[in-house]
T-cell receptor, first 114, second 114 residues
Framework: DTGVSQNPRHKITKRGQNVTFRCDPI?????LYWYRQTLGQGPEFLTYFQNEAQLEKSRLLSDRFSAERPKGSFSTLEIQRTEQGDSAMYLC????????????FGPGTRLTVT | AQSVAQPEDQVNVAEGNPLTVKCTYSVSGNPYLFWYVQYPNRGLQFLLKYITGDNLVKGSYGFEAEFNKSQTSFHLKKPSALVSDSALYFC????????????FGTGTRLKVLA
């Protein structure tokens, strides 16, 4: 069990650029979540995948955000036309099928938009 | 709408004393409740959960939590605090009616004083 990994760990970009983050969940986990966390706040739900199907997406999520999990393994989160308000820590978590429901979090990708 | 409240931004406790970190929730359907801990420069780690069954649940590092349905609370407790317990603690809830979304509280910083 190597845990959830996320790349890159840090990303600095200029406003208006597109960025893409990758998440590799624990290998046998079929549930995958993306969150955003800002200073002083708890993680905020962005979207949920079960295998390759995106089953829920936050209503707060702008159309500039999109996520994929094409083969039910790794996932990518893309932010188009970044804004300074997008600066945050982006967290990925995975969870096994069955009744566990606890999530295992990756270290996060810290995005800074200048 | 789902929500989680952690009414204390910070809790200070002397080493060896019992600790309590408070959490209340609002959710549709039966709640799935969780506690996570975040150490500096480390990812969120799962501590314990309530899904069903016994209202008192035990987790990692000697922590436990009690589910109280009438008070909609899920307070985290430990009989004897350690300095190494100092960290940021998050309560989270997932409803079981029509959503896969997890809602996290804003976190409580626990400081255990030697």
């Amino acid at each position: 069990d190597t845990g959830v990994s996320q790349n890159p760990r840090h990303k600095i970009t200029k406003r208006g650029q597109n960025v893409t983050f990758r998440c590799d969940p624990i290998s046998e986990h079929n549930r995958l979540y993306w969150y955003r966390q800002t200073l002083g706040q708890g993680p905020e739900f962005l979207t949920y995948f079960q295998n390759e199907a995106q089953l829920e997406k936050s209503r707060l999520l702008s159309d500039r955000f999109s996520a994929e999990r094409p083969k039910g393994s790794f996932s990518t989160l893309e932010i188009q036309r970044t804004e300074q308000g997008d600066s945050a820590m982006y967290l990925c978590a995975s969870s096994p099928s069955g009744g566990g429901y606890e999530q295992y979090f990756g270290p996060g990708t810290r995005l800074t938009v200048t | 709408a789902q929500s989680v409240a952690q009414p204390e931004d910070q809790v200070n406790v002397a080493e060896g004393n019992p600790l309590t970190v408070k959490c209340t929730y609002s959710v549709s359907g039966n709640p799935y409740l969780f506690w996570y801990v975040q150490y500096p420069n480390r990812g969120l780690q799962f501590l314990l959960k309530y899904i069903t069954g016994d209202n008192l649940v035990k987790g990692s590092y000697g922590f436990e939590a009690e589910f109280n349905k009438s008070q909609t609370s899920f307070h985290l407790k430990k009989p004897s605090a350690l300095v190494s317990d100092s960290a940021l603690y998050f309560c989270a809830v997932r409803g079981t009616s029509g959503t896969y979304k997890y809602i996290f509280g804003t976190g409580t910083r626990l400081k255990v004083l030697a």
